[in-house]
């Protein structure tokens, strides 16, 4: 299967800083990268549809202002959480969609302090 | 609203038996995929069943997608500690530009 890697894999922040999550496919051009949050004991939730070379689709109750997703590229795409706070701690999961399919990367897991 | 229904939540059964997990919805998908998760890592793919009625065999793993492609199971054979995990279906709604709607998982837990 098609190879995603994300970076970092885990990360610590106080309240009110950014964090920049990366996105890559490794083996493969994705025109189109998702990203979805997953709380403990939860499953996946979709919150937003990265398109390469225009603005990103979010899903409904996710704040575009506080997730800024940029994918520049054919295998880029970051997640950028401005102003985290306690509740925003989760694991980030990224996929990447190869024709029919799509491949998640290994997830960030994501501490506000 | 959850568009996918998956049961059982969870399941803890012994080396040797057999099990089904269930997916249901009301909504057509063009495509159903199973994933296993471990935990702290992303899912991975099993298998991707698009056609109604399709069958997949992945060694003792059996997929099945329903006729109308509003449903699916996932059955183990002769289940074995290895497969203890989270087991996950996810729907697609259009041909891939859409992101995938998640069930809620099945923890699956295989006892020697």
């Known amino acids: 299967g098609a190879v995603v890697s994300q970076h970092p894999s885990r990360v610590i922040c106080k309240s009110g800083t950014s964090v920049k999550i990366e996105c890559r496919s490794l083996d493969f051009q994705a025109t189109t990268m998702f990203w979805y949050r997953q709380f403990p004991k939860q499953s996946l939730m979709l919150m937003a549809t990265?398109?390469?070379?225009?603005?990103?689709?979010?899903e409904q109750g996710v704040e575009k202002d506080k997730f800024l997703i940029n994918h520049a590229s054919l295998t880029l795409s970051t997640l950028t959480v401005t102003s985290a706070h306690p509740e925003d701690s989760s694991f980030y999961i990224c996929?990447?969609?190869?024709?029919?399919?799509?491949?998640f990367g290994p997830g960030t897991r994501l501490t506000v302090l | 609203t959850q568009l996918l229904e998956q049961s059982p939540q969870f399941l803890s059964i012994q080396e040797g038996e057999n099990l089904t997990v269930y997916c249901n919805s009301s909504?057509?998908?063009?495509?159903l995929q199973w994933y296993r998760q471990e935990p702290g890592e992303g899912p991975v793919l099993l298998v991707t069943v698009v056609t109604g009625g399709e069958v997949k065999k992945l060694k003792r793993l059996t997929f099945q997608f329903g006729d109308a492609r509003k449903d699916s199971s996932l059955h183990i054979t002769a289940a074995q500690p290895g497969d203890t995990g989270l087991y996950l279906c996810a729907g697609a709604k259009g041909r891939g530009a859409d992101g995938l709607t998640f069930g809620k998982g099945t923890h699956l837990i295989i006892q020697p």
């Open positions: 990265s398109n390469e070379g225009s603005k990103a689709t979010y």
């Open positions: 996929s990447a969609r190869s024709r029919l399919e799509q491949f």
């Open positions: 909504s057509v998908f063009s495509s």
